[in-house]
């Protein structure tokens, strides 16, 4: 059965530094997401993408973080300056069809900034 | 913004007794709802997708009902088993993302 892939499985980086997470999505799906988790709360959007550009983003997801669509199949998350407050499990999903699709999850990425 | 609520936060019960979890959500203007399983330390996974014009959903031992209207959906786990242990979300679809509650955390005692 196909499935959302993520990595690294886990990045541990010093403040400051430049992260970038990978995903390579379900291969036929058309809309793309990324959410993040902090220990112990809740999962939070951060952003939505659809053909080739940002549909929806939330107020988490700042000047600091980007993502991009290099190559037709990966889906990166980078984040250009960690702050400790940015460890957390970050997570990749995709749906196919429509928005309203169902959205499929990957492993997650634990990003841990020291 | 959409707030969603699951109640209880967690709850323990013995194999075999049917399991009933809650969620409400602030903002009725959404597409669907989808029921997801969270292990610890895992991803999520996809148990359910109900649509806004549905009442259920059911697969196999899980049934989801929603009320868009009022703002609640409830997961029904019949004959729980201790592999049903885990934590379970609920998330609401409405501007372009999923918006999350913080689980009902589920433990299945053998």
């Known amino acids: 059965e196909p499935e959302v892939t993520q990595t690294p499985s886990h990045q541990v980086t010093q403040m400051g530094q430049e992260v970038i997470l990978r995903c390579v999505p379900i291969?036929?799906?058309?809309?793309f997401y990324w959410y993040r988790q902090i220990l112990g709360q809740k999962v939070e959007f951060l952003v939505s993408?659809?053909?080739?550009?940002?549909?929806?983003k939330s107020e988490i997801f700042d000047d600091q973080f980007s993502v991009e669509r290099p190559d037709g199949s990966n889906f990166t998350l980078k984040i250009r300056s960690t702050k400790l407050e940015d460890s957390a499990m970050y997570f990749c999903?995709?749906?196919?069809?429509?928005?309203?699709?169902?959205?499929?999850f990957g492993p997650g990425t634990r990003l841990t900034v020291l | 913004k959409q707030e969603v609520t699951q109640i209880p936060a967690a709850l323990s019960v013995p194999e075999g007794e049917n399991l009933v979890l809650n969620c409400s959500f602030t903002?009725?203007?959404?597409?669907?709802l989808q029921w997801f399983r969270q292990d610890p330390g895992k991803g999520l996974t996809s148990l359910l997708l109900?649509?806004?014009?549905?009442r259920e959903q059911t697969s196999g031992r899980l049934n989801a009902s929603l009320d868009k209207s009022s703002g609640r959906s409830t997961l029904y786990i019949a004959a729980s088993q201790p592999g049903d242990s885990a934590t379970y979300l609920c998330?609401?679809?409405?501007?372009?993302?999923?918006?999350f509650g913080k689980g009902n955390q589920v433990v299945v005692i053998p």
């Open positions: 903002d009725s203007a959404i597409y669907n």
């Open positions: 998330a609401p679809y409405g501007n372009n993302r999923l918006a």
């Open positions: 109900i649509q806004s014009s549905q």
């Open positions: 993408f659809y053909n080739n550009e940002i549909s929806e």
């Open positions: 999903a995709s749906s196919g069809g429509t928005r309203e699709s169902t959205q499929y």
């Open positions: 291969s036929n799906h058309l809309y």
